[in-house]
């Protein structure tokens, strides 16, 4: 398996615009998470799904965050309209499954997210 | 709720000298103990993982950790660290009914030749 594949690498993008993230778990994985890293507050979880379901968005920073998985092999998280405080690594993550011994979870590269 | 502490934003330390970085964390349920280590413009990767069992769990790269229920710790060591260690390390707590990984601020492990 190719592992969590997430485009693009790289955005940069001005204030105001539309950012689309997107995310292929490995494939079998049920639940599938989306997590933001800054500077100023490390790594944090946004939302996570479970069979294409969102189940915790609490992490969510506003209604200008949202997430979708419309089918078990993809996942957006899309950011309209950006602002600079938005700029951050957004990684993607997959696990196999929840409260047993296979919930290690997989990240991927991550995206490079500025806006400026 | 759940949260962990990592004591140290930065550790710098000598080629083949031991490293120790710390890890405290919270909850009030059963919990699974994580490591992952992040090199730079790169994802995160498992060091290591406490699920059940023996608390001395060793992990990829010659690290090691230990869980102190008592303690609430889950330190993190490697007896003779390497230039290619240098990255930024994460401690992470899965509480079992909160369905969720938090991680730690992280701590950068800086390894001088």
């Known amino acids: 398996d190719a592992g969590v594949i997430q485009s693009p690498r790289h955005e940069v993008t001005e204030m105001g615009q539309e950012v689309t993230l997107r995310c292929k778990p490995i494939?079998?994985?049920?639940?599938l998470f989306w997590y933001r890293q800054t500077m100023m507050r490390g790594l944090e979880l946004l939302i996570y799904?479970?069979?294409?379901?969102?189940?915790?968005d609490s992490g969510m920073p506003e209604d200008r965050f949202s997430a979708k998985m419309p089918n078990a092999s993809f996942s957006t998280l899309k950011i309209q309209p950006s602002e600079p405080r938005d700029s951050a690594v957004y990684f993607c993550?997959?696990?196999?499954?929840?409260?047993?011994?296979?919930?290690?979870?997989?990240f991927g590269p991550g995206t490079r997210l500025t806006v400026l | 709720a759940q949260s962990v502490t990592q004591l140290d934003s930065q550790v710098p330390v000598f080629e083949e000298a031991p490293v120790e970085l710390r890890c405290n964390y919270s909850s009030s349920v059963s919990v699974y103990l994580f490591w992952y280590v992040q090199y730079p413009n790169q994802g995160l990767q498992l060091l290591l993982k406490?699920?059940?069992?023996?608390?001395l769990v060793k992990g990829i790269n010659g690290f090691e950790a230990e869980f102190n229920k008592s303690q609430t710790s889950f330190h993190l060591r490697k007896p003779s660290v390497h230039i290619s260690d240098t990255a930024e390390y994460f401690c992470?707590?899965?509480?079992?009914?909160?369905?969720?990984?938090?991680f730690g601020q992280g701590t950068i492990l800086t390894v001088h030749p």
């Open positions: 799904f479970n069979n294409n379901v969102p189940i915790d």
């Open positions: 494939s079998g994985h049920d639940y």
């Open positions: 993550a997959s696990s196999l499954s929840y409260l047993s011994l296979d919930n290690e979870q997989f």
């Open positions: 406490y699920l059940s069992g023996s608390t």
């Open positions: 992470a707590v899965w509480g079992t009914s909160y369905g969720k990984l938090t």
